[in-house]
């Protein structure tokens, strides 16, 4: 028996499905079909694919381990990071982060901490950032990069030494390092200047440099060298 108070109650939306087609029945009269179709099983499976290609999505840019991005996703966005920067004529600063002595902290603390770890630097690094378009990635192992638009030379060793002290106060113990008994990491930073004839590699290998010097200069600090020196050296081996 039909129960009025049925009606009362929410059935839930179905996704309609509505089309009309004009017909003409004779010269004076036109007529339509209206043909109305549930499609919520067509929209759900719609939405379960857009869920899937979103997943995929995050899962290509995006470092399994630590949730930060992937080397993959940097150098698309450093592309396009420093092609703004070049015609706007704004600087751009990049860092290059090692966790000192990871190998032998692997070794002693065993691959499961050695993740923790990573995950934790990860972490530090990543609440420093502020600006929707700051971006720090994992590079490879144990090694970070972060890029940083219209951020000055001066500006940028500021910073180095504000993330290198972040993940010191992070207090993770590391007693086979050979220059503390925590985990510490070397910072390399080269900076784009407005204007200046540098390309996307030489910022890279300037950085790289620069961390290069940090580990040479006792690890657990950070070092900076100017893109343009790169540049220039580059146009010297050529000539030569």
Known sequence: MFDPSELSKDPGRMHQSITITPISASPDETHCLIQIMDSSASIKREKMLRSHSEILKKEATTDSLTG??????????FKMAMGHSKRQKLPLSVFMVDIDFFKEYNDYYGHVAGDKALIIVAKTLKTQL?????????????????????MPEDLAMQFAEKI?????????????????????????????????????????????????????????????????????????????
């Open 68 to 77: 930060i991005y992937n080397r993959r996703f940097f150098d698309e966005h």
């Open 130 to 150: 502020v600006r929707a378009n700051d971006i720090v990635a994992r590079y490879g192992g144990e090694e970070f990069i972060l890029m940083l638009p219209n």
């Open 164 to 240: 290198r002290a972040a993940v010191w106060d992070a207090a993770i113990p590391h007693l086979k390092s050979r220059i503390s008994e925590q985990i510490s990491i070397s910072i390399g930073v080269s900076t784009y200047q407005q204007s200046e004839d540098v390309s996307i590699q030489h910022l890279l290998e300037a950085a790289d440099t620069a961390l290069y010097k940090a580990k040479q200069n006792g690890r657990n600090s950070c070092c900076y060298i100017n893109a343009r020196s790169i540049a220039e050296l580059a146009e010297t081996e050529k000539k030569v």
